[in-house]
């Protein structure tokens, strides 16, 4: 697994742990992050550091950029899954596609899944995973 070379299906005991994720992040109360000191850089919940993990080093690390077969033609990757109800039918890989783009914002920019968390994006991106994974 690489970026040139990324997995091709999910397998599902890596879809698996990322749900664990989704009952983390659903519990009252959770906070994702807050900005200590000055606030320049936020300090993510440990679940951030799972999902990061989960999204590089397990089989839902995909090419973030390319098209897949089922988008909509002519339409930029990045455009795409804009709100949290574009979720609702996404297909796994542009889920996929999904959480990996949050992890490469982020890099570029601190803070970018916080922001996906509170748009509602990256629980509704999730739910839709569990959904997918339910009917399998």
Request: proline share 7%; charged share 25%; aromatic share 10%.
């Amino acid at each position: 697994m690489s970026y040139d070379n990324p997995e091709k299906n999910w397998i599902l005991s890596d879809m698996d742990k990322m749900l664990d994720l989704l009952t983390i992040m659903e519990a009252g109360g959770f906070q994702i992050a807050t900005w200590p000191g000055s606030g320049v850089y936020p300090d993510y919940h440990p679940v951030v550091n799972e999902f990061m993990d989960l999204g590089y080093n397990t089989s839902c690390f995909t090419q973030p950029y390319e098209p897949l077969p089922e988008d909509p033609a002519g339409i930029d990757p990045m455009q795409l899954l804009k709100t949290a109800s574009d979720m609702e039918n996404a297909s796994i890989n542009q889920i996929r596609r999904f959480f990996i783009q949050c992890l490469r914002a982020e890099k570029f920019c601190d803070g970018a899944i916080e922001g996906r968390f509170k748009d509602g994006r990256l629980l509704a991106a999730l739910r839709r995973v569990k959904q997918i994974r339910e009917s399998m």
